[in-house]
């Protein structure tokens, strides 16, 4: 979290903000983290001895949202294990006890396999955008907002379409994150 706070710090207000009203909610005041003071709701475990993934976008992701993926294990990082972006066409040298944050429901991504013997496992922290679009609907899924309060539910999906324009808005500039003054890293 602390990472996405330096290098998207709108974006890490978006996402504590909507925990934040999670947990102030008293109907969901029992749910317990991955992490205390964590953005992420979720956690996938990609288990070894040789964990990879096929060429895949993680389109249940917030659209403009970053997960946070952790290389674990005992393999050989300069022939093996490499996160691939497709539609970058670029290949990442991943090793053991690296993370990396990507926006992984626009951008297609696997992992090259590792060799015979050698270990490899992930951890990948994210938060659904059906819990964002959860709690922007005051705490209701779509058709039953729709239902319950059907003007309300009108003015959401017009605020939707403008999302679409101020997604850009989360992302820093360079120069954003060279003047960085992030509580997290102090």
Request: glycine fraction near 4%; hydrophobic fraction near 35%; charged fraction near 20%.
């Amino acid at each position: 979290a602390a990472a996405m706070d330096v290098f998207a710090p709108n974006l890490f207000r978006y996402y504590q903000d909507h925990i934040r009203l999670l947990e102030d909610n008293h109907n969901y005041r029992h749910l317990r983290h991955n992490l205390r003071n964590g953005i992420y709701t979720s956690k996938s475990n990609n288990y070894p001895p040789r964990a990879y993934t096929a060429p895949h976008r993680d389109v249940m992701n917030l659209a403009f949202g970053w997960c946070a993926v952790f290389a674990l294990g005992n393999f050989d990082a300069t022939h093996g294990g490499h996160l691939v972006i497709h539609n970058l066409r670029i290949t990442i040298e991943f090793p053991h006890a690296s993370c990396i944050l990507l926006p992984s429901s626009i951008l297609w991504h696997s992992n090259v396999p590792i060799a015979s013997g050698e270990q490899r496992a992930s951890l990948t922290f994210y938060t659904p955008g059906g819990l964002f679009r959860f709690i922007d609907n005051h705490f209701f899924v779509e058709k039953e907002l729709e239902k319950a309060h059907s003007d309300e539910w009108r003015r959401l999906q017009k605020e939707k379409i403008e999302r679409k324009s101020y997604a850009y808005d989360f992302y820093s500039t360079v120069q954003e994150i060279v003047s960085c003054d992030c509580p997290s890293v102090k």
